[in-house]
């Protein structure tokens, strides 16, 4: 029997704010109409988490590098290659033939963000593998330095593609934010690799990434925001749920944490140490927040059925409008 | 890129993947009027295609134990009991000269098929489903892969596996797919998943096999009330055209077609249905868009996003550099 409107049966969470009635819709038995991902949320997002941390950090430690903080820089430029390495690791384990790995870069396809993205980390990588060794050994500085600056070249591009590959799809939390995500994305990896740094570096060269956690914040709850109005109904998935409560708690890790590191992070390296945790801690329940809110949105049909109904009465409405306008002239 | 669309009208897909010399663009044309829910077509596609064992479950969903399209399921047919709404189910109307009596139901049969007096008979005594004894009515429609004019799931795929055929359609090549199962989400319809015995994505290939040796799919070739119609699809949506006009003359205004029309969010359906009611009643997308028609503005925000993110680095390095000089210290 076809359904009209109610949520089946899926738990909302605890002292949530008052719903409007849901819209009316109907749907075969209350099945979804797309397919939510089979991807495992610790390894798909996971792989964003790292993925921003790795590639944010390449600029942190280029920047480092650039400055004469020497200790950053080189703490930075190893958590990159740690963290790509991992990022790396996460996709391959969750391929459905991890063996055929390798055949990502069997082609490149403009129209593929993951074959895109893996020819960006075929680049990325070796770079970051390449600065991170020569800070470590101390050997070829000038190699090391090319390879920090292709790094950080790269980096920006390895911590926002993640957000294309998962707008580039039909799940609606995700492609209703195609123009949000990314910024969001920037935002979570910046706030990562802020906390890194503070995590590893001295107090005394900790400046530069305290700014950058409180900038961080700022554009993380603005991006954050953008992408709910964006979202209109489906924006409830970002709200309600797991994926809500991950999200609240990625808001107030990140704030807790960027504070913590601005108000005693210069002095106390405790404070400094924990606000950077904060911090990581908060940007990796970002991304498992957005990957949760997408699997909701996936998998309740009434996140495909109203927003493409609404999009397509607006569309004829557009339509006839101009036909009326064309008639009048 | 060679200035290949990435959404709209596109009349030659097969060309614009580098097909020289096409043959003709086929497709299938499921007219759900005439399904009578045999479920032919999901034995003849399992069986043809040696698709595994998906599954033995009581779902509760009419006849409907199948549930939907996936990994080993290529074709589903779906059953929808409804209370018959008088305007949309009139009594059975007169059929069109020319063809043969009314049929079961208020629908009236497409030309050229033989009525056999047993079906006559029925229709004359029990109450039509949807006409004046009837208050319900049953709904069936034998959903596949829509061979999409811009499919998502092919465009998104890193490993080049899904690829265009000859014949326009849509194809995995098992011998390529590395499992990553990003075709999964991208496509609108919810039609292709990766069986997690295996690991790689499965999806129907309009009988690529059976395309090749010129014969037409095991489907449409099981179907044994045409309601799965394969051929050209220039040719399919000429009938289909005829065909809602025949039902509507008869006073079947719920009549619709799904998927025909080029201009849709994805192009075009190669395979494309008439369905007697919204097309989410039958578990499809009102509005499908093929989701890489955004990519260029994506890959804007993504680049404006990654600069931001540069620019917000170099700020904190100028920032504390410039209080620490305001403030003359260190
Ligand atoms: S319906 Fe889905 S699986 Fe089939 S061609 Fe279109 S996008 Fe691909
Ligand atoms: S799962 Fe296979 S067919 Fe699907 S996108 Fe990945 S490589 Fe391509």
Same mark, same amino acid.
């Not at chain 1, 704030?255 to 606000?275: C, F, H, I, M, N």
């Not at chain 2, 009596?101 to 049969?109: K, Q």
């Given at each position: 029997?076809?359904?009209?409107g ?52 390449s600029?942190?430690?280029a ?30 384990n ?15 396809k ?18 970051? &593998?390449? +600065? ?6 101390? #050997? ?5 330095? /090319? !390879? *920090? $600056? =292709?790094? %950080?070249?790269l ?81 409830e998935?970002?709200?309600? &749920?797991? +994926? ?6 990625? #808001? ?5 944490? /960027? !504070? *913590? $590191? =601005?108000? %005693? ?39 495909t ?25 | ?27 299938f ?61 009139p ?84 011998d390529?797919?590395n499992?990553c ?50 051929g ?28 025909d ?14 369905l007697?009611?919204?097309?989410e ?11 890489t ?38």
């Amino acid at each position: 029997m076809t359904r009209t409107g109610g949520k089946g049966g899926k738990g909302r969470g605890k002292g949530e704010e008052l719903m409007v009635p849901r819209a009316e819709f109907r749907s075969y038995y209350g099945r979804p109409v797309i397919k939510a991902p089979a991807w495992a949320a610790r390894d798909i997002a996971g792989y964003f988490f790292l993925g921003g941390l790795a590639g944010a950090g390449s600029v942190l430690a280029a920047g480092a590098h650039l400055t004469g903080r020497t200790t950053t820089a080189r703490a930075m430029k190893v958590s990159s290659l740690a963290a790509i390495s991992l990022s790396t690791a996460a996709l391959i384990n969750d391929l459905g033939r991890p063996g055929r790995f390798p055949y990502m870069l069997r082609v490149l396809k403009p129209t593929s963000p993951m074959s895109v993205g893996s020819w960006l980390l075929s680049a990325y990588g070796p770079a970051a &593998g390449a +600065a991170a060794l020569c800070a470590v050994t101390g #050997r070829v500085p000038r190699a090391g330095a /090319a !390879a *920090t $600056a =292709a790094a %950080a070249l790269l980096g920006p591009a390895v911590a926002t593609y993640t957000a294309v590959l998962a707008a580039d799809t039909a799940v609606p939390a995700w492609h209703g934010a195609h123009r949000e995500l990314p910024y969001l994305f920037a935002a979570s990896a910046t706030a990562a690799a802020a906390g890194m740094a503070l995590v590893v570096a001295p107090a005394r060269e900790s400046g530069p990434a305290r700014c950058a956690a409180a900038l961080a914040t700022l554009a993380d709850l603005g991006a954050t925001k953008a992408t709910e109005r964006r979202l209109g109904m489906v924006a409830e998935t970002y709200r309600e &749920g797991k +994926a809500g409560r991950l999200l609240r708690c990625a #808001r107030g890790l990140i704030g807790a944490g /960027a !504070a *913590t $590191a =601005a108000l %005693a992070g210069g002095k106390s390296r405790p404070a400094a140490v924990a606000g950077g945790l904060a911090l990581l801690a908060g940007s990796a329940c970002t991304r498992l927040g957005v990957f949760a809110a997408g699997i909701a949105s996936a998998e309740d049909p009434v996140y495909t059925v109203v927003p493409q109904r609404e999009a397509k009465a607006r569309r004829e409405a557009a339509e006839a409008g101009e036909a009326k306008g064309a008639a009048g002239a | 890129m060679t200035g290949r669309l990435l959404s709209g009208p596109e009349p030659d897909p097969a060309g614009d993947a580098g097909h020289l010399d096409a043959p003709p663009r086929v497709g299938f044309f499921t007219d759900t009027t005439v399904c009578i829910g045999c479920k032919a077509c999901e034995v003849a596609c399992k069986e043809w295609n040696a698709i595994p064992e998906d599954g033995l479950s009581l779902t509760g969903m009419s006849y409907d134990n199948t549930e939907g399209l996936g990994a080993s399921t290529w074709r589903h047919v779906a059953f929808i009991e409804q209370p018959s709404t008088a305007p949309s189910a009139p009594p059975a109307p007169s059929a069109p000269s020319g063809s043969p009596g009314p049929g079961p139901g208020s629908v009236p049969v497409p030309d050229g098929r033989t009525e056999l007096p047993l079906t006559d008979q029925r229709a004359a005594t029990a109450p039509a489903a949807g006409g004046e004894g009837g208050d319900l009515r049953w709904l069936m429609s034998s959903d596949v892969c829509k061979h999409c004019t811009h499919a998502a799931c092919l465009d998104v795929c890193p490993t080049g596996s899904l690829f265009r055929t000859e014949f326009g359609t849509v194809v995995v090549q098992e011998d390529i797919c590395n499992g990553c199962g990003y075709c999964v989400p991208a496509c609108p319809y919810g039609v292709i998943e990766q069986r997690s015995s295996d690991g790689r994505a499965f999806k129907c290939t309009l009988c690529y096999d059976r395309l090749g040796a010129g014969q037409e799919p095991a489907c449409a070739k099981a179907c044994p009330t045409e309601s799965i119609q394969f051929g050209p699809l220039d040719e399919l949506r000429e009938r289909a055209a005829l065909r809602v006009d025949q039902l509507h003359a008869a006073g079947v205004e719920d009549a619709r077609l799904y998927g025909d029309d080029p201009a849709d969010g994805v192009g075009g359906d190669g395979a494309f249905f008439l369905l007697l009611d919204e097309p989410e009643v039958y578990g499809l997308p009102p509005d499908p868009q093929v989701t890489t028609r955004d990519l260029p503005a994506m890959w804007r925000h993504a680049g404006a996003a990654a600069l931001s993110l540069a620019g917000a680095f170099a700020a904190s390095y100028a920032l504390p550099a410039l209080t620490r000089r305001g403030r003359g210290r260190r």
